[in-house]
């Protein structure tokens, strides 16, 4: 049948399985938006307050789902204010495909009104990018479009298309999907046998989880795996959740703010198992004093991960999940008693702690981890609260952590809780955000109000960027160069004119009376919880030092 090229669009979207766009519309793609209206009892479009909202959203739900998430643009500034959104879907392997519409081909390259070459812009950002020119390349770009976006590693896939495209008619045959799966890599055996020879050799083995066994949701089968190997569990930021943070051989998170147990328990291993990491350089700090004293097996299903940032030696490429199966399958019971006994008795002398005789970021997500009895899905933005979020709130099952890892995008927070509870919409979705994080992007209040979403958005407001002040506190001499917010904005005002329900609370039984208000709801609610401009994320390692350096509160208070 002969179609338009924006009929073309819907047609593909919902033979890949979409139900909802998140986007803004404008002159370019007015022809897509236009069958949007026609296709809308199909297709639900999300309407954000602004394009870098729609790609958080459409990031936020594809990592709640699993599923592509899908956003829209027109040509120009709204194609440049998806860019953060989809750097972010990068750095954190997010299946994204985002649809932008430039000029008429015979207008590219006359600095036209409005246009830009958002393909060149987002090479670097892009685990692939297209620009449709001719309607014959339409249907079959969008397609693999998809299959790159969910293949192998996860990314974001650009497919920009030019207005005339979306104008002209062709024929179009609708074609059933084949199954994406990331197992598609032959695993060499050998690789196999010398990692379940070096596991077996092994005295003191530690598991080090990252995002790649979310990604894989292969929950199911680390638990077996950590059950054989019989060792302490640690994670990553992006790993939160692949293993049950509620089981006794959690050890906390590793790295910049990990635990004391974590850090100084990695530093003495003799084999780091390390399962779907990059090993970022806010978990390793001194690349060459990380896991000194280990042999380090790593497990990844990108080859480029191998040897990157670590130098390492065993790996097996793979999907984790499946590489997983073949472990499990050939691993017996192992038991390291002894080893077991002194990390968990380091657990025990290094908990962490936090002042319970005021409101502060730890006390609020320690009372959020209780009321919802770990089972919402937690987003936040970039900051501390996001630390503290990582560190108070025991994660049981994957992709119920949804943050900026790798980007560390401020402003991703609330998008992406719109996009999660778009997407799960039975669960409690929480955004946890700072009072700097939450400015950037505060309009989206306004979409989660349009559409009468129930997100609970908590800001964690210490009137200052509390991340950076920390750092100058520390390292730089406390010159608080332009980190303090103690102006006249009023979170509360500013969300009830745009329709949420706002409350703000000074003191933790106020927090805990307004929570359980918000978890009542059927509409969104925003707490803002003022604490103190000072506290301070503990464990800390200080960039560029050796994870085993990691230091508390109290042995800064030791050393004055």
């Known amino acids: 049948m ?15 399985g979409v139900d909802t766009v998140f986007g803004y519309p404008g002159g370019t793609i007015l022809n ?23 790609s958080h959203a459409a990031d936020g739900y594809a990592r709640a789902t699993g599923k592509v998430g899908v956003c829209m643009a ?63 390349d339409l249907a079959p770009t969008i397609r693999r479009a998809f299959k790159i976006a969910k293949s192998g590693r996860p990314g974001p896939v650009l497919v920009d298309i030019t207005k005339d495209v979306t104008a002209a008619k062709y024929k179009f045959e609708k074609i059933q999907p084949e199954p994406v799966t990331r197992d598609n890599i032959d695993i060499p055996e050998e690789d196999i046998d010398r990692a379940v020879h070096a596991i077996k050799k092994a005295r003191k083995p530690i598991i080090f989880v990252g995002g790649g066994a979310v990604i894989s949701r292969a929950d199911a089968e680390l638990a077996e795996f950590v059950e054989k190997v019989n060792a302490p569990v640690t994670d990553s930021l992006m790993g939160k959740g692949a293993y049950d943070g509620t089981k006794e051989n959690y050890i906390g998170m590793l790295g910049m703010h990990g635990t004391k147990t974590a850090n100084l328990s990695v530093s003495e291993c003799d084999l780091l198992i390390a399962i779907g990491t990059r090993f970022s350089d806010r978990v390793i700090g001194n690349a060459k004093k990380f896991a000194h004293d280990a042999k380090i097996l790593h497990i990844d299903i990108d080859p480029a991960e191998i040897n990157k940032n670590i130098r390492v030696d065993y790996s097996i490429i793979g999907d984790v999940k499946e590489v997983l199966i073949k472990l499990n399958e050939k691993l017996d019971n192992l038991y390291h008693s002894e080893w077991m006994s002194k ?127 920390q750092w100058q506190t520390l390292f730089y001499g406390r010159r608080y160069s332009n980190t303090v917010l103690n102006d006249k904005m009023d979170f509360v005002k500013v969300s009830e004119g ?44 200080a960039p560029g030092d050796s994870i085993e350096n990691v230091f508390s509160e109290e042995d800064l208070d030791k050393k004055d």
């Open 343 to 469: 990390v968990m008795a380091r657990k025990s002398a290094f908990p962490l702690h936090y002042d319970t005789d005021r409101l502060t970021g730890p006390a609020v997500i320690d009372y959020i981890d209780s009321a919802t009895k770990g089972d919402a899905i937690i987003t936040t933005d970039v900051g501390q609260h996001q630390m503290w979020a990582a560190q108070y709130y025991h994660y049981k099952k994957p992709a119920t952590l949804i943050t900026s890892g790798g980007l560390g995008t401020m402003g991703y927070g609330l998008g992406a809780c719109i996009g999660a509870k778009v997407g799960m919409p039975d669960r409690h979705v929480i955004n946890i955000a700072g009072d700097g994080c939450f400015r950037m992007n505060i309009n989206e209040l306004a979409t989660a109000s349009r559409y009468n979403i129930p997100i609970i958005q908590v800001v964690i407001n210490n009137h200052v960027l509390g991340m950076v002040r």
């Open 2 to 16: 002969q179609l338009s090229g924006a009929q073309i669009v819907m047609e593909c979207l919902l033979e890949q």
């Open 74 to 136: 027109t040509s120009g500034p709204g194609a440049t204010n998806l860019v953060t959104g989809i750097a972010t879907a990068q750095m954190d392997s997010v299946p994204l495909v985002a649809i932008t519409c430039n000029v008429n081909v015979t207008a590219l390259g006359k600095d036209s009104f409005q246009e830009v070459d958002v393909a060149g812009v987002t090479i670097p950002i892009t685990k692939h990018n297209f620009i449709i020119k001719d309607i014959k």
């Open 32 to 54: 897509v938006y236009d069958e949007l209206y026609q296709y809308r009892d199909r297709i639900n479009h999300i309407l954000t307050s602004h394009e870098q909202g729609a």
């Open 498 to 541: 745009m329709g949420v329900k706002a409350v703000k609370v000074t003191t933790t039984e106020e927090f805990k009376k307004a929570f359980d208000e918000a978890l009542t709801l059927d509409e969104p609610m925003v707490i803002e919880c003022v604490i103190d401009n000072d506290d301070k994320v503990w464990p800390m390692v």
